[in-house]
């Protein structure tokens, strides 16, 4: 019998994304030169740390023998470069200490980098606790995953306790909580709401990348094809959301640096990739990887450049030009 975790890696794997929102996004054009790439600044400074760049490895895996080795290479490039680095759900841990190795690796690695452990919502506050003992995590991660739990075949069916849950969780562990959805983005009555309850980090994470509804469709006799268009897109989530009162974090669909400026120039304050290294490091040597990461971030800098922009709070301003479906949903959620 197949374990759920590797299936999940071996789905995601086969996905590609050559096309998506960030495509309908034009940043305008600059030809006149101010900025010295050398005196561009991408540090954020968050949670009492200061990070090199706003890159994050967002939540991907764990709870079995490969996903231990791909925790373990992508640990190693957090680690190199400083990017935080988030698990897979903890839950196949909390429920079986011997997966917990596969988690604990990322903290053999990490030891004074920038840990996120991951629950979903049908763990406990003492499961969340517990979550953050295994890894020694610096924050928690809790995912939203609602239209995966329906496709999926042994799924949970029961949400109606999740807003109790949210909160109980927050003001019961002593560590920034992060609320994020799994792919298919958050309309701003979402992120009020998750506002209401005490949230104040939240990563939209749209569709665009890595799809959970096809991931588990894979692993149905009937497959919900339609179903698999599901959801608003990165870009659409950050647009819905400007000006709300939390710290953003974007994630779903970043394919290279310009999706990252992009992200980022749309109002989040930090970008998380999870195709991109899970596909580095299953296909490159870690030698590779750590070129072809360092390549991504001197991008970031170099496009940041030919936008006269120093620093991410100034990429903020930069003029956009939306089109097609991105630019409809501007205009039918105009309030």
């Known amino acids: 019998m197949s374990n759920r975790k590797d299936d999940h890696i071996h789905s995601a794997l086969k996905q590609d994304h050559p096309n998506n929102d960030f495509d309908s996004v034009r940043l305008l054009s600059n030809s006149v030169g101010s900025v010295n790439v050398k005196d561009v600044d991408i540090q954020v400074h968050m949670f009492e740390r200061t990070f090199l760049t706003p890159i994050y490895i967002n939540a991907m895996s764990g709870g079995s023998e490969l996903s231990k080795e791909v925790n373990e290479k992508l640990s190693v490039v957090a680690s190199h470069f400083g990017f935080p680095m988030a698990t897979g759900s903890l839950s196949a841990a909390i429920k079986n200490d011997t997966w917990k190795e596969s988690f604990q690796i990322i903290q053999k690695?990490?030891?004074?980098?920038?840990?996120?452990?991951?629950?979903?919502?049908?763990?406990?506050?003492?499961?969340?606790?517990?979550a953050v003992e295994i890894l020694n995590a610096d924050a928690l991660q809790i995912h939203l995953n609602v239209a995966q739990e329906i496709t999926m075949p042994e799924g949970d069916r029961e949400f109606k306790h999740w807003n109790a849950r949210i909160s109980e969780i927050i003001n019961y562990i002593d560590v920034p909580v992060i609320v994020k959805e799994v792919g298919f983005g958050m309309t701003r009555e979402?992120?009020?709401?998750?506002?209401?309850?005490?949230?104040?980090?939240?990563?939209?994470?749209?569709?665009?990348?890595?799809?959970?509804?096809?991931?588990?469709?894979?692993?149905?006799v009937n497959r919900l094809k339609t179903f698999e268009n599901y959801g608003i897109s990165t870009v659409e989530s950050l647009l819905d959301n400007q000006n709300q009162k939390v710290t953003l974090f974007a994630s779903g669909g970043i394919r290279d640096a310009f999706d990252v400026v992009k992200a980022l120039s749309l109002g989040a304050t930090m970008v998380g990739m999870s195709g991109y290294f899970l596909k580095l490091v299953m296909q490159?040597?870690?030698?590779?990887?750590?070129?072809?990461?360092?390549?991504?971030?001197?991008?970031?800098?170099?496009?940041?450049?030919?936008l006269n922009v120093e620093n991410i709070q100034d990429l903020k301003h930069v003029q956009k030009i939306y089109h097609g479906t991105v630019l409809e949903f501007i205009n039918q959620r105009k309030k």
């Open 190 to 220: 979402t992120v009020e709401l998750l506002s209401s309850l005490g949230v104040t980090y939240i990563d939209v994470s749209g569709k665009g990348g890595t799809n959970f509804i096809s991931v588990e469709n894979d692993r149905r």
């Open 109 to 130: 690695n990490m030891e004074n980098g920038f840990k996120i452990a991951n629950i979903g919502l049908s763990r406990s506050k003492e499961d969340a606790k517990k």
């Open 284 to 306: 490159h040597s870690i030698e590779e990887v750590l070129v072809i990461i360092q390549t991504l971030i001197d991008d970031v800098k170099g496009m940041m450049a030919v």
